[in-house]
């Protein structure tokens, strides 16, 4: 009796893990549900070109949001933003 009941509980956890692969196949091949972005700039900058952000205006912001719910996690208790920028100017670094 232990075979049988051993048998049919590893063909049930197979069916559910063929079930649940069969599930995430079709969300990657529909494409849903994407967490990553990401943007194509031709003709950009090489990694020998140096760039001064200040003359060309560059900013950058960002937030961060709860997945279900896309609400701002502001709340001082948890969440505290850190920014910090290095530059090297006539070979002094700060």
Not at 38 to 55: G, I, L, M, P, S
């Given at each position: 009796?232990?075979?049988?009941?051993?048998?049919?509980v590893?063909?049930?956890?197979?069916?559910?893990?063929?079930?649940?692969?069969?599930i995430?196949l079709?969300?990657l091949l529909?494409?849903?549900?994407p967490?990553?972005?990401?943007?194509?700039?031709?003709?950009?900058?090489?990694?020998n070109?140096?760039?001064?952000?200040?003359?060309?205006?560059?900013?950058?912001a960002?937030?961060?949001?709860?997945?279900?719910?896309?609400?701002?996690?502001?709340d001082?208790?948890?969440?505290k933003?850190?920014?910090?920028?290095?530059?090297?100017?006539?070979g002094?670094?700060?």
């Amino acid at each position: 009796m232990q075979t049988v009941s051993g048998g049919i509980v590893t063909a049930l956890i197979a069916v559910v893990f063929i079930g649940y692969a069969l599930i995430k196949l079709a969300h990657l091949l529909n494409k849903k549900n994407p967490l990553i972005a990401e943007t194509k700039e031709t003709n950009f900058y090489d990694f020998n070109t140096r760039v001064n952000f200040n003359e060309i205006g560059f900013k950058m912001a960002f937030t961060v949001e709860g997945y279900q719910d896309k609400k701002m996690k502001n709340d001082p208790r948890y969440v505290k933003f850190l920014a910090r920028m290095y530059y090297k100017i006539d070979g002094i670094k700060s």
